[in-house]
């Protein structure tokens, strides 16, 4: 089973270090997501958007030195959004009722509106 979630989040994961220290000590192979439904074994960060849906079905990530520690991509994706401290959400409002929508997303100070 894979682990769903947006393009923001994704991109977000792929920028970070991963917990696992110095990038370029580490990287993913044999990925396999669907993107928007469509299976992909490449995921374009550059061409992927923040409103994409995504569900990574599988891979592996490289860790280390000669002797690699293989740590599979689904459940180290998984780790990373429950460490995350804020919460992503792509919600689709009537555009009748987007006025009102913001007006309660505004009453949390720290909540951001991106578009």
Not at 20 to 27: D, K, T
Not at 43 to 51: A, H
Not at 77 to 87: E, T, Y
């Amino acid at each position: 089973m894979g682990v769903k979630l947006n393009g923001a989040q994704f991109k977000a994961f792929w920028a970070s270090d991963w917990g696992l220290g110095e990038p370029g000590s580490f990287f993913a192979d044999d990925v396999c997501a669907a993107i928007n439904g469509v299976i992909t074994d490449d995921i374009d960060t550059e061409k992927l958007e923040d409103k994409d849906s995504l569900n990574v079905l599988g891979g592996v990530i490289f860790h280390g030195g000669d002797a690699r520690e293989e740590i599979d991509l689904v459940s180290f994706i998984r780790k990373w959004l429950k460490a995350q401290k804020v919460a992503t959400f792509l919600v689709e409002v009537p555009l009748e009722d987007a006025e009102e929508f913001r007006l309660h997303v505004k009453a949390f100070p720290q909540a951001k509106i991106r578009g």
